[in-house]
């Protein structure tokens, strides 16, 4: 089993930049991929970031491409989005999620989302 707990949501305005957090509890941490999704109201949820376990392969969807970072701290169970020039389209509930050594679109363990709202 593998919890997962993100933080660093929030206001922003347009141009600005977020961290979000998600720490991961139980064991194995670094034979997990992990990825973030995001969901906005009326949308389907949207994969938008995923690093592999080995954290040698990362993916980006375009509309985040140039913008976002994933990065994965395996002594800290951590993986990261920093994300950069935000725009009010990147406003959504962002979840974590986590699957054995690779994510895709259905990933066996969900955070409880954190809320990014940017605002023009």
């Known amino acids: 089993q593998v919890q997962l707990v993100e933080s660093g949501g929030g206001l922003v305005q347009a141009g600005g930049s977020l961290r979000l957090s998600c720490a991961a509890s139980?064991?194995?941490?670094?034979?997990?991929?992990m990825g973030w999704f995001r969901q906005a109201p009326g949308e389907e949820r949207e994969r938008v970031a995923t690093?592999?376990?080995?954290?040698?392969?990362?993916y980006y969807a375009d509309s985040v491409k140039g913008r976002f970072t994933i990065s994965r701290d395996n002594a800290k169970n951590t993986v990261y989005l920093q994300m950069n020039s935000l725009n009010p389209d990147d406003t959504a509930v962002y979840y974590c999620?986590?699957?054995?050594?690779?994510?895709?679109?259905?990933?066996?363990?969900w955070g409880q989302g954190t809320q990014v709202t940017v605002s023009s």
């Open positions: 690093i592999t376990w080995t954290g040698t392969s990362t």
């Open positions: 139980g064991r194995a941490f670094s034979t997990y991929g």
């Open positions: 999620a986590a699957n054995k050594f690779i994510v895709t679109d259905t990933p066996a363990y």
